[in-house]
T-cell receptor, first 112, second 114 residues
Framework: QKEVEQNSGPLSVPEGAIASLNCTYS??????FFWYRQYSGKSPELITF??SNGDKEDGRFTAQLNKASQYVSLLIRDSQPSDSATYLC????????????WGAGTKLIIKP | EPEVTQTPSHQVTQMGQEVILRCVPI?????FYWYRQILGQKVEFLVS????????KSEIFDDQFSVERPDGSNFTLKIRSTKLEDSAMYFC????????????FGPGTRLTVL
């Protein structure tokens, strides 16, 4: 059973600080890694994605991938109250299996 | 900016009834997906669709479910005989290149089975 694990939180971060969210996955062959943001009652909104080991910066968001450790993270710089949401890690499969496997999400609270 | 749209936003039905959920993917996208999210739970993959056929489906997507692209713009999910446990948010997503590329989600349809 392919799994994606996230700490459910809540993670509380002061406004203006860096929020760090983590995710581990079980399928070593996974190719693509996505971070979505989901506000309560809304659909997932794509924040960023990463395919290769290392860092990928996307505005205030940086995705980090370490395939050897099967670990992907999201850093949010200069956190704003509007960043308060649940952050979902999604991982695509391997071997032509493209469905996204989802973590349960980490609830992030940015305190003004 | 192009977006995925879904109708209706909320569907209430009686157990055993058929429902059709509708989606209009982003116009130049070729890969389409349905996911569901039961309240308070993870997002779950149901099915993916490419070139007018199902390319992958999960264990959830049993004989009660079907998908169709009836014309050049719509993509539908049909549940033939709804059960109480089908109550969930249903999300449609589309991808331009498919495969391992990013998927964009519609706003969802909240299905309530009574």
């Amino acid at each position: 059973q392919k799994e994606v694990e996230q700490n459910s939180g809540p993670l509380s971060v002061p406004e203006g600080a860096i929020a760090s969210l983590n995710c581990t996955y079980s399928d070593r062959g996974s190719q693509s890694f996505f971070w979505y943001r989901q506000y309560s009652g809304k659909s997932p909104e794509l924040i960023t994605f990463i395919y290769s080991n290392g860092d990928k910066e996307d505005g205030r968001f940086t995705a980090q991938l370490n395939k050897a450790s099967q670990y992907v993270s999201l850093l949010i710089r200069d956190s704003q109250p509007s960043d308060s949401a649940t952050y979902l890690c999604a991982v695509s499969g391997s071997g032509g299996n493209y469905q996204l496997i989802w973590g349960a999400g980490t609830k992030l609270i940015i305190k003004p | 900016e192009p977006e995925v749209t879904q109708t209706p936003s909320h569907q209430v039905t009686q157990m055993g009834q058929e429902v059709i959920l509708r989606c209009v993917p982003i116009s130049n996208h070729l890969y389409f997906y349905w996911y569901r999210q039961i309240l308070g739970q993870k997002v779950e993959f149901l099915v993916s669709f490419y070139n007018n056929e199902i390319s992958e489906k999960s264990e959830i997507f049993d004989d009660q479910f079907s998908v169709e692209r009836p014309d050049g713009s719509n993509f539908t999910l049909k549940i033939r005989s709804t059960k109480l446990e089908d109550s969930a948010m249903y999300f449609c997503a589309s991808s331009g290149q498919g495969g391992y590329n990013e998927q964009f989600f519609g706003p969802g349809t909240r299905l309530t089975v009574l």
